[in-house]
C-alpha cells in the first residue's frame, strides 16, 4: 500500500467513526445544524482522502507510465484529467 492510499485509509476510518455518530445524532433527534456540521466534517474528509488517493496515483502509476513512454503516459494523463473536472463540478 502506498503512502497515498495509507493516509486516506486513515482519514476513511475517521470519516466512517463520524459517520456512526452522525446516524446515532439522527436517531437522537439532535439539533439539525449540529447534524449538518458534522456531514459537513465527514465530506472535508472525503474530499481529503480523494487527494491523498490521486496524489499517490499521480506519483506512482501516472509517473511510472509517463517515464515509460507510449501511449499509457497520455491514457493515465487523461484519467487524471477526468478525474479533476469530475472533482470540480
Known sequence: MNQGKAAALNKMKTAK?????????IEDDRYCVDIST????VIGLLKKSNIDVLNGH???CVSDAILEGGEQGNEKIEEIINIIDKYIK
Open 58 to 60: 499521480i506519483r506512482t
Open 17 to 25: 467513526g463520524q459517520l456512526d455518530g452522525i446516524i446515532k445524532m
Open 38 to 41: 458534522q456531514i459537513l466534517s
